[in-house]
């Protein structure tokens, strides 16, 4: 089984829809982290959270909201999906324990279409 | 702030050597990486090296950081189609807290 999951892996929506996309690991994990892939841009952090009561925005946060229901699920929402919001979206875990510990292990992505 | 850059493309033919090049900014990063995401699927962990470090090789890929000029590389010896992908550099930005910032990725093309 994968140890980080996402669902859905696709999803095609209009604009002004409110749409959640949501994160599960089995890693143990305390740091989860939600990324968009646009090409040519690489990754771009939206948000991040080091615990369930830590939460923390990115270099692109407007226009996301997040939430961590525990120490395994981490979900991003957008409150009303427009048309620019069209891209990969990545979850991420990492134990920031220190040494290499801020090695990120990512799930295998939300293709997210928005009308 | 922080910014890691790549180039966008490059081509091999199969058996020959690859060398992704990435420049970062930030002096104060502990941690370099190399992620390797192939089509439809997420980014996966290919090497990291520490700041200490000037090289670093595990099986066919060697790492090389230059700490002066803020240039890390990476080198697949004898590339394979199964080595096409996308590779990202990214660095782990110490300002207080811990964030990767990743550069655009390169799009290895092996060519038969």
């Known amino acids: 089984d994968a140890d980080v999951t996402q669902t859905p892996r696709n999803r095609i929506t209009k604009t002004g829809k409110r749409i959640m996309l949501e994160c599960s690991q089995t890693k143990g994990h305390d740091r989860m982290y939600w990324y968009r892939q646009d090409p040519g841009l690489g990754l771009r952090l939206i948000y991040y959270?080091?615990?369930?009561?830590?939460?923390n925005k990115g270099e692109i946060s407007d226009g996301y909201s997040v939430s961590r229901q525990a120490q395994a699920k981490f979900s991003l929402s957008l409150e009303s999906a427009i048309p620019n919001q069209t891209a990969l979206y990545f979850c991420?875990?990492?134990?920031?324990?220190?040494?290499?510990?801020?090695?990120?292990?990512f799930g295998p992505g939300t293709r997210l279409t928005v009308l | 702030g922080e910014d890691v850059e790549q180039s966008l493309f490059l081509s091999v033919r199969e058996g020959d050597s690859s060398v992704i090049n990435c420049t970062y900014t930030d002096s104060s990063s502990t941690y370099l990486y190399w992620y390797k995401q192939e089509p439809g699927a997420g980014l996966q962990l290919l090497t990291y090296?520490?700041?200490?470090?000037d090289m670093k090789q595990d099986q066919r890929l060697t790492v090389l950081l230059n700490k002066k000029d803020k240039h890390l590389s990476l080198r697949i010896a004898d590339t394979q189609t199964g080595d096409s992908a996308i590779y990202f550099c990214a660095e782990a930005a110490y300002t207080g807290r811990r964030a990767l910032t990743f550069g655009s990725g390169t799009r290895l093309q092996v060519q038969p």
């Open positions: 959270s080091f615990d369930v009561k830590d939460i």
């Open positions: 090296i520490f700041s200490n470090m």
């Open positions: 991420a875990t990492s134990d920031g324990a220190g040494g290499a510990g801020d090695t990120q292990y």
